[in-house]
């Protein structure tokens, strides 16, 4: 029988937006959580699986991301009030360091430094911040509103409206190496790197994931699958992609209320755990991929007739089995 998963105590009091853990710096796991309630929440995940609420700061308007810098001291994250904020957790003070002309939906640190922050935006734009001078350094033009972003090494992918796929070399950040339109017919919900940097996951609102390498000479190895339906037939979103940070296997997360994890070299599924009760909304391991946290919280896919007052918002987390996320051996 599986263990059952644990529970954040106090979660938020709205949507769940976004889950971000610490990287791994050897002094324990934390977790940031991003509501609709304009808040951020940090949580102690202890050894024994219990969390603890330690802090929080707030936003004037929906917290829609979150992420650390790359040595766990700062979070940072992007909101409907056109503003990104960063809390500093050696102090517990909150400041405004960035802001777009529209609300801020993606926030990553980059590996090009330990203070460079790439926000992407509804405004069209992609800014680039170093937080050492609280000023931008570079601003990046999409064709459209960015819906998704995530960056490994010197590769940047940002999924935008109109199903547009921008890829950025992070040698030259302002400019787009290539772009492309999703290999996937509807509208994009998630991209999510490699952690080798050679191609990304996509993943879209009819239930279908896309596997894109970037290197001419590696397209072939290009796929597409499904997933996230049921029995009904019925088609559900892909909400989320993770990569595992040792593996590189991932896990997606749909509003069906089911997540798997797969393996893109062998194209197969290595587990499905059982439905949650609700759509899982956003998911993240943690800094060496032994837990996995997801958030059961309505992801208003089927609009707003089915967001009811008191729906739950939970936060589970997973601790993982290697046989679960470790890839298999070819056959």
């Known amino acids: 029988m599986e263990p059952k998963d644990f529970e954040l105590t106090s979660p938020p009091t709205d949507g769940i937006s976004g889950l971000a853990f610490n990287p791994s710096t050897g002094g324990g796991d ?6 609709w309630d304009q808040q951020i929440r940090i949580y102690e995940v ?3 699986g219990n969390t603890v609420p330690k802090a929080a700061y707030s ?3 929906p917290a829609l991301c979150v992420t650390w810098n790359k040595d766990g001291t700062k979070i940072v994250s992007g909101g409907g009030d056109k503003a990104v904020r960063m809390m500093d957790m050696n102090t517990g003070q909150s400041t405004q360091v960035a802001a777009h002309d529209e609300p ?9 430094g330990q203070d460079i922050l790439a926000t992407g935006s509804w405004d069209k734009t992609i800014k680039y911040w170093d937080l050492r001078q609280s000023r931008s350094v570079g601003t990046l033009q999409l064709p459209e509103r960015v819906y998704s972003m995530d960056a490994v090494g010197d590769l940047l992918v940002a999924a935008t409206a109109d199903r547009n796929i921008a890829l950025v070399n992070l040698q030259n950040p302002t400019v787009i190496f290539k772009q492309v339109i999703s290999p996937l017919k509807w509208q994009t919900r998630v991209v999510s790197c490699f952690i080798d940097s050679k191609g990304y996951a996509i993943g879209s609102i009819e239930g279908r994931v896309g596997i894109q390498y970037i290197d001419p000479a590696d397209e072939a190895k290009s796929f597409s699958f499904k997933c ?3 029995e009904q037939k019925n088609i559900h979103a892909v909400n989320n992609i993770s990569f595992h940070p040792t593996y590189g296997t ?7 209320g089911t997540w798997s994890t797969w393996d893109k070299d062998s194209k197969q599924r290595l587990k499905s755990f059982a439905n949650k009760g609700g759509p899982i909304s956003t998911t993240a391991f943690n800094g060496n991929g032994t ?7 309505y992801d208003w896919t089927k609009g707003y007739k089915f967001a009811t007052p008191n729906q739950a918002q939970r936060v589970f987390l997973h601790a993982t089995r290697d046989e679960d996320v470790k890839p298999k051996a070819r056959r």
């Open 30 to 35: 934390f977790l940031a959580v991003s509501s």
């Open 46 to 48: 202890q050894p024994s």
């Open 59 to 61: 936003h004037e308007g």
């Open 104 to 112: 801020v939906k993606t926030v990553k640190f980059l590996d090009q």
């Open 228 to 230: 996230h339906r049921d």
């Open 250 to 256: 991932f896990t997606t997360a749909g509003s069906d």
């Open 291 to 297: 837990i996995f946290a997801y958030a059961v919280s």
